[in-house]
């Protein structure tokens, strides 16, 4: 193949899925400066007194290689015997933190508290763990997703860990979105993306909260954007997207996801599983559906889906674009 000019990439993600996508990103782009991950905030939230960023944290241990391979957040070989102690004292142990993992809240509070922006702080962790991607929060503004359930609204975290999204959702609230400001980088990465990627993350709870974020929607007009489908066979890999999609009146499927993307997308990846679905998710997008091995249960498995992605978004380019 002729040397191809390395492509700018932008990658939206949120949670695990959306952390393994751009590590098989990263490792498959011939030059992983070329990556830029923008990462949902509406996950954090205050906890113990500090800043916690779940989904940033989770982005940048998985692209380090040194995500807990269990549960794809937190920390590899992780201890607890903070938490231990906090739970001895008679402190919240709900929300799990190891002593790793206690060190990146720490020194982020601790910089934030200085008044530095979350996108700074992010940047510097990512120098210090080696990680070659940009990472960035689509804002450096606090904007908490709240969870409209049948118990009322509920903080994100609450929901997701100390209720273990059981209540029924029945909408989302992102709170003060329309006050914050895309970070510093975030138009800029997606205005000169030759690609930009919508990673297998929730779309209601990870990729709706970042084009949330004022510009960010419009900014993508007009671009190339390849949305991979977090549904697989009807079922979600991880957490709860295909239970958002039922309980908001969906039957969870890939044809679902490409209503949902319809206007934003202008390809949707869809699995093996769901080949019989792709006219029906392409009329329902309004776009391309193509249909690959999406499931990444491996890192070369990422790498791999990735790289496939990556070959035919430059054979569907053709040698006339740029
Ligand atoms: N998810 C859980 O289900 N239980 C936990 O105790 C938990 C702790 C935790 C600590 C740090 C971190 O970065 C993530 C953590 N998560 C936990 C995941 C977190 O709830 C994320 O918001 C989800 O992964 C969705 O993105």
Request: contains cysteine.
């Amino acid at each position: 193949m002729s040397e191809a000019r390395a492509p700018q990439v932008v990658v939206l993600a949120g949670g695990v899925g959306g952390a393994k996508f751009a590590y098989g990103l990263m490792k498959a782009l011939p030059d992983p400066r070329a990556l830029t991950v923008i990462v949902n905030v509406g996950d954090d939230f205050e906890h113990w007194g500090l800043k916690i960023c779940p989904d940033l944290d989770t982005v940048c241990y998985t692209l380090a290689e040194m995500e807990n391979p269990e549960t794809g957040w937190g920390r590899r070989g992780e201890s607890w015997r903070v938490l231990a102690e906090v739970e001895r004292l008679g402190g919240p142990a709900w929300f799990r933190i190891g002593d790793l993992d206690l060190a990146t809240h720490l020194q982020r509070t601790m910089r934030l508290r200085k008044g530095e922006p979350l996108s700074a702080v992010v940047a510097d962790f990512c120098r210090a763990w080696g990680v070659a991607a940009r990472v960035l929060p689509v804002t450096d503004d606090p904007v908490p997703t709240w969870v409209l359930t049948e118990e009322g609204a509920l903080p994100f975290q609450t929901y997701f860990v100390q209720r273990g999204w059981r209540p029924r959702v029945r909408g989302f609230r992102f709170h003060r979105a329309a006050e914050a400001r895309p970070a510093l980088g975030v138009l800029e990465a997606i205005r000169i993306a030759n690609v930009v990627f919508v990673a297998p993350s929730n779309p209601f709870i990870s990729i709706d909260p970042i084009l949330a974020i004022p510009h960010v929607r419009s900014a993508l007009g007009g671009k190339t954007v390849i949305a991979v489908s977090p549904i697989v066979g009807g079922q979600a890999l991880k957490g709860p997207a295909a239970k958002m999609f039922r309980e908001l009146g969906w039957e969870p499927s890939a044809i679902a996801v490409a209503h949902h993307y319809r206007g934003l997308a202008t390809h949707l990846v869809i699995d093996r599983r769901d080949a019989a679905q792709a006219e029906a998710a392409a009329s329902a997008l309004g776009g391309e559906v193509w249909v690959a091995d999406t499931v990444m249960s491996t890192p070369a498995r990422r790498v791999a889906f990735a790289a496939d992605l990556l070959r035919r978004w430059h054979q569907a380019k053709g040698p006339s674009e740029a």
